[in-house]
Structures are given as structure tokens and as C-alpha cells.
């Protein structure tokens, strides 16, 4: 396996880990009232920082990128018409979430609790269902298809920008 991929499928494996933790929160929200406002302001700044500035952006600014570049129309498809309307679909759900989660430590009504469940809720079934697509489809499609010297040459790219992170 190219380290790039390895890189972004264990990236999935946090991120899939951080969806069950914040499904929790939500089913303690739901049967007990309790919201650990601090807990769900982290859960954000994971979200913006971790799998969206670290993984999504990876993704983008060199897997599909390249794909893009060398593979054709079938690797347009997937990556514009699929994977990066779902990325801004995750950005959207979770800005939603922060701005929920402002308006219900001013107001705890019901609505506000609700935008909450919503937002966190519709992000974690939207992650769960992409990151399967991308390490079942996506992944393998461009590992398969891409030149071994353009995976390389990823590699090299995915390792780099990882060093910001350390």
C-alpha cells in the first residue's frame, strides 16, 4: 500500500473513532438532557482541525488532485461530483453545529437542543458513509491507476505535510 493511502485510511480510523465519541454525547443529550458544552466546543475544533484541515485538505491538495490530473473523467466524477461536495457538505453541518451549539448556551430551548442533534448527528453519518466510500472506492481506485511514480511522488508530498502536524 502507498504511504499516502496508509496515511489517510489510519487518519479514517480516528476519525471513525471521534463519530462514535460524539454519537455518545448525542445519545446522552437525548436520554439524560446533559450537554458537556466544553466537550462539544473540542469536538468541533477536532473536526475543523483534524479531519478537515488535516485529512480533507490532504486529500484534496494531492490524492485527488492528482487523480484528477491523471486519471480522466471517471476520477472527475468521483472526486468533484462526490467526495468534495461531501467534504463541503461536512463543513457545512459542522459550522452548523458550532453556531447551534452558541444560540444553546444563550437559550436552551428545545430547537436549539434539536439544531445540535441535527447537525452532529447528520456530520457523523456523512463521515461514516464517506470514509467508507474513500477507503473501499475511492482509494483503491486511484492507487490502482496511478502511475507508481506518481505515487511516489505522493508519498513524498503526504509525508511533508504531515510535518506540520508534529
Known amino acids: 500500500m502507498s504511504k499516502v493511502i496508509e496515511i489517510l485510511m489510519n ?3 480516528e476519525i471513525v473513532k471521534f463519530v462514535g465519541n460524539l454519537r455518545i454525547m448525542c445519545l446522552d443529550f437525548i436520554n439524560h438532557n446533559k450537554i458537556d458544552i466544553n466537550e462539544f466546543r473540542k469536538s468541533i475544533h477536532f473536526i475543523k482541525t ?3 484541515e488535516r485529512h480533507h485538505q490532504k486529500e ?3 490524492l485527488f488532485q492528482s487523480m484528477v490530473e491523471h486519471l480522466g473523467v471517471r476520477a472527475e466524477n468521483i472526486i468533484k461530483y462526490g467526495m468534495l461536495i461531501e467534504h463541503d457538505l461536512a463543513r457545512y453541518h459542522v459550522n452548523s453545529l458550532d453556531e447551534a451549539v452558541s444560540k444553546y ?13 441535527t447537525h452532529a448527528l447528520s456530520y457523523c453519518d456523512l463521515l461514516l458513509r464517506h470514509a467508507y466510500k474513500e477507503d473501499n472506492v475511492v482509494y483503491p481506485f486511484g492507487e490502482k491507476n496511478l502511475p507508481k511514480e506518481e505515487l511516489a511522488r505522493l508519498d513524498m508530498l503526504a509525508e511533508e505535510y504531515e510535518k506540520r502536524y508534529k
Not at 105 to 117: G, H, M, P, V
Request: charged letters at 45%.
Open 50 to 52: 483534524y479531519a478537515d
Open 60 to 62: 484534496e491538495q494531492i
Open 11 to 13: 487518519e479514517h480510523k
Open 105 to 117: 448556551e444563550k437559550d436552551a430551548s428545545d430547537e436549539n437542543k434539536l439544531n445540535i442533534l
